[in-house]
């Protein structure tokens, strides 16, 4: 055990640290006047790690603070420390402090609360049960009982501590047999008077922050470096930045935070009204870490990623990965939501690669799209950051993605991921062919819960095609964020089996989503998937044509997928006469190969009529009128007035 006591200042407490016998003390534990370690208090510092316990500072029993050698913050005195207590901190029973921790002084942290890779402003107040995580506190903020913060957007949305909560700090406090060694009850003053002669000053961290960088930006640069990563920076003029052509600010030599911020501000300076990113370089990888953008050409502000955990690649994929933003986030510049997350992997999964594109209000009612940088990569870390900069580059825009299938050179499902209203969007509401799209029944009949006759039709088309059949179920939470869950893998290629083990689902899962889908064993990869069962509506029995049954995105019955000239394909008739029968309006859109190539759609109008001879004359006709073209037909659901079907049914 050591325990170095520094001399005590004349503002300081004369009194010595109250060390309990049975607390502790590991390491290089720096103890200032004054603090108090009760019982059971567990202090470890690592081999070239430092704790530094400050003056007055508390701690309960059964309090544990660990000290490692990665990562370090720094202490009010510009020296690091892997954790630093400030002066009058007070943490109650069993508090779990894992380094880097900075605590700012007249802290509180409640009972059984958890505080890792984290920094708390002066005064901060953290109630019972809380977990802390990945980010920095301002000062003067309550983290509620039982909160979970782990995202920086998350931690600068915490309201401020009131009046109630310090009287309840004092109580506790003092029923605890430690008096507060300062009034709780008056709050305290975070101005700081240590300013520098340039752009940067003291925040209440004890940390340089900027006037000319934005917090978010200033932060993510620390995270880099805790993580022993280099920074690096690029600018693009608008021309180049279209092209992705980017050219090296001068290279950052230093690892010191106050001479990275300053090198930073002048790459922003030389290069004012040009496009500047920066990012992590890992030096043993000799690679790039989560480029962010930090300056526009056209001066609007940059939002960076409020995810605030930067990963190495190497960590990335060996840890799980990406955190997606929580359910209630309707930030359309912040992270990534979980059904968009969800669906890249799948992509991914597939053997797709992703790619965006972004259009303006005009533009998106004209269909009219652009695209976003390419996405090289299909590393996951990498997509996702591509994909999260896309979204802060054009905020106040539409934004989608798709997967790109590398050996057909075709696009797969696109889905809108932003809307420039800041609305919500689910990734779910697919805005191009989808071969997983699925159609909810004008009706249900009454039954046992099996599989209808449709679904049977279908799983004997997949065998009889060599194909393999899955089944996944999801309730109501769960299907809204596009989250499946698989039921027990059907290894058997007989369709009774197979039948039998898509009722033995549905039977499990009552009052769940249920749907099966094709797998294709040699590309490995999924075929249009069938919802077979919704909640509140039971499943059509074995024979009829009650189920919600997607039909094949190419339904014609030719080999290209185009509708003869004398007639429509069988399957296709069958479709349209599914999709009038539950209520659903139906168009067309075409395109010539320039514009199927670049997804610009042309509008081809309503199919009109109130039966459905009616509407597959017009069908007919259109396709005559379009020969040549790519023609897809579209339903659309009036209720909720979006579409349920894009499907392609002529080729050129």
């Known amino acids: 055990m050591a325990i170095r006591t520094p001399a005590a200042s004349p503002t300081q407490t004369a009194l010595a640290p109250r060390v309990h016998p049975l607390a502790q003390v590991h390491g290089q534990v720096m103890v200032d006047p004054g603090a108090v370690l009760a019982a059971g208090v567990t202090v470890q510092a690592d081999p070239n790690a430092t704790v530094r316990l400050g003056s007055a500072c508390v701690l309960q029993e059964g309090t544990t603070i660990y000290g490692r050698t990665q990562g370090r913050v720094l202490g009010d005195d510009r020296v690091s420390y892997?954790?630093?207590?400030?002066?009058?901190?007070?943490?109650?029973y069993k508090v779990l402090v894992q380094s880097p921790v900075y605590i700012g002084p007249d802290c509180f942290i409640g009972f059984r609360s958890t505080l890792y890779n984290a920094r708390l402003g002066a005064g901060c107040v953290v109630m019972m049960h809380a977990l802390v995580q990945d980010v920095a506190i301002p000062p003067g903020k309550l983290v509620p009982s039982g909160s979970v913060i782990t995202q920086q957007h998350q931690a600068d949305s915490l309201p401020d501590?009131?009046?109630?909560d310090r009287a309840l700090v004092n109580e506790l406090s003092e029923t605890s047999g430690f008096a507060p060694p300062t009034d709780w009850r008056k709050p305290t003053s975070f101005a700081s008077s240590d300013r520098t002669a340039d752009s940067t000053e003291r925040d209440g961290f004890g940390t340089m922050t900027s006037q000319l960088l934005p917090p978010d930006v200033v932060q993510r640069a620390r995270q880099y470096l805790a993580q022993g990563l280099a920074i690096g920076t690029e600018h693009a003029d608008s021309r180049r930045y279209r092209s992705g052509v980017w050219q090296t600010c001068s290279p950052i030599q230093s690892n010191r935070e106050s001479e990275v911020i300053a090198a930073l501000e002048a790459c922003l300076a030389e290069h004012s009204g040009e496009y500047v990113r920066m990012f992590g370089i890992d030096p043993r990888a000799k690679q790039r870490v989560a480029p962010i953008t930090i300056q526009r050409a056209d001066g609007k502000p940059v939002a960076v990623s409020g995810s605030s955990s930067v990963s190495a690649p190497s960590n990335h994929s060996s840890h799980g990965a990406y955190r997606p933003a929580p359910a209630s986030s309707s930030s359309s510049s912040g992270p990534l939501s979980p059904e968009v997350v969800q669906q890249v992997r799948q992509y991914l999964s597939q053997g797709y690669r992703i790619g965006t594109e972004h259009a303006d209000a005009r533009r998106y009612s004209s269909n009219v799209w652009q695209t976003c940088s390419p996405i090289q990569s299909s590393r996951e870390s990498e997509v996702f950051g591509a994909l999260e900069r896309c979204l802060s580059e054009h905020s106040g825009e539409y934004i989608r993605l798709f997967g790109i299938d590398p050996q057909a050179k075709r696009r797969i499902a696109p889905i809108t991921i932003q809307r420039p209203d800041g609305r919500p969007v689910s990734a779910g509401s697919r805005s191009a062919s989808s071969s997983s799209s699925s159609y909810a029944s004008s009706g249900s009949n009454g039954g046992s819960a099996k599989a209808s006759g449709d679904v049977a039709q279908q799983v004997r088309q997949w065998l009889n095609q060599g194909f393999h059949v899955g089944a996944e179920h999801a309730d109501a939470r769960r299907y809204n964020s596009n989250v499946w869950q698989s039921c027990t893998p059907i290894g058997s290629t007989r369709e009774g089996d197979v039948m039998a083990a898509i009722n033995t689902c549905i039977a499990e899962h009552p009052n769940e989503y249920v749907r099966v889908f094709g797998i294709d064993p040699k590309a490995k990869r999924r075929i249009s998937a069938v919802t077979v069962q919704r909640p509140g509506s039971k499943s059509a029995p074995d024979g009829s044509s009650g189920s919600s049954y997607s039909a094949p995105a190419s339904s014609p019955a030719s080999s290209n997928g185009s509708a003869p000239m004398g007639g429509l394909s069988q399957?296709?008739?069958?479709?349209?006469?599914?999709?009038?029968?539950?209520?659903?309006?139906?168009?067309?859109?075409?395109?010539?190969?320039?514009?199927?190539?670049?997804g610009a759609w042309q509008t081809g109008g309503t199919l009109e009529g109130n039966r459905t001879s009616d509407v597959l004359a017009a069908l007919e006709s259109q396709l005559r009128n379009h020969s040549g073209q790519y023609v897809r037909l579209i339903g659309i659901d009036p209720k909720v007035k979006k579409r349920v079907l894009e499907a392609t049914i002529q080729r050129p």
Do not use: I, K, M, T
């Open 571 to 598: 399957d296709l008739v069958q479709q349209v006469n599914q999709l009038v029968n539950q209520g659903y309006r139906l168009s067309l859109e075409h395109a010539d190969v320039r514009r199927y190539r670049s």
């Open 82 to 92: 892997a954790v630093w207590v400030g002066d009058r901190a007070f943490l109650a």
């Open 161 to 164: 501590v009131g009046p109630a």
